[in-house]
């Protein structure tokens, strides 16, 4: 068999597989799962879409529509979720994590001198390409290299990101947005090469966000994120992973539109990169 060609019954099995999902006229997947702690799979991909045309319109939803949840200040261990049911504090939050990619923001001025809530002088989309001022080749970028942040001298002036999707267990049918900082690029690195050390896909998994508290070396406390492996259930069962895949397929094209960066996105703990 030469290399790269498929086998033949297992690309006949997969579609197979295909043939037997129902779609509807959209080609969006009318599976669901009659009961499911996770209420994004309780309806179809084609239900989905449905309810947000009937709400939204036929641009559909924007990266601005989504749940943000940030990381909290001052070293603070409670994720604060906002929804129209109001603020829900939370010790941790539980899901899927349907979709995650890198990103670079840089800003000429500080939080202090220019506002938390200004956008980036130049970003990356992909961690790679920055665009604006200076924009360019990330990797040929003198504000990404150890020692150009201004303020302390041994981070990076241009801070890499991480922007990751969870779909929650419970009521929400969208998914949660977190913009991770620098410094919580670590533990979440360390998660995703956890789950493949034992071939697990992290959209394949429950996995659980808590927050735990640390210092940065002049002292200052701040919140660091520790992402988990449930201990109850951790893998999806089959039915909860096609039913998942189908809504990550259905879902993806808006996950990859551009996610608006802001000063404070980038957390307290701006002196280091992890």
């Known amino acids: 068999m030469a290399f790269g060609k498929k086998d033949e019954k297992k ?4 579609v197979e597989e295909k043939a037997v ?3 509807d006229e959209k080609g969006l997947s009318t599976v669901a799962l009659k009961e499911s702690e996770f209420g994004a799979l309780t309806r179809s991909p084609a239900e989905i879409h449905a309810i947000i045309q009937a709400n939204i319109g036929a641009s ?6 989504l749940t943000r949840v940030k990381i909290p200040t001052s070293g603070g261990t409670k994720w604060n979720v906002p929804s129209i049911r109001g603020e829900q504090l939370m010790d941790e939050i539980e899901g899927i994590v349907i979709h995650h990619k890198e990103a670079r923001a840089y800003w000429k001025k500080s939080i202090d ?5 200004q956008p980036p002088d130049c970003s990356s ?3 790679y390409n920055g665009k604006g001022d200076p924009g360019g080749a990330c990797a040929e970028c003198p504000f990404n290299k150890w020692g150009s942040e201004p303020k302390a001298g041994r981070g990076k002036a241009c801070k890499q990101l991480r922007i990751v999707y969870l779909l929650p267990k419970g009521r929400s049918f969208l998914p949660y947005l977190f913009i991770l900082p620098p410094t919580s690029l670590k533990p979440m690195g360390n998660y995703l090469v956890g789950l493949a050390a034992e071939a697990l896909r992290v959209n394949a998994v429950r996995t659980i966000f808590r927050l735990e508290k640390t210092k940065n070396q002049g002292g200052t406390e701040y ?3 520790l992402p988990v492996l449930s ?3 951790p893998e999806l069962s089959k039915e909860e992973q096609q039913v998942t895949n189908a809504y990550i397929a259905a879902i993806k094209p808006a996950l990859e539109r551009r996610v608006d960066l802001s000063r404070d996105d980038v957390g307290e703990e701006e002196n280091s990169n992890g």
Do not use: C, F, H, Y
């Open 11 to 14: 690309q006949a099995a997969e």
């Open 125 to 127: 989309e992909d961690g």
């Open 223 to 225: 919140a660091q994120l």
């Open 60 to 65: 559909g939803i924007t990266m601005g529509n």
């Open 21 to 23: 999902v129902p779609v």
């Open 231 to 233: 201990k109850e259930n």
């Open 113 to 117: 001198e220019g506002g938390g809530g």
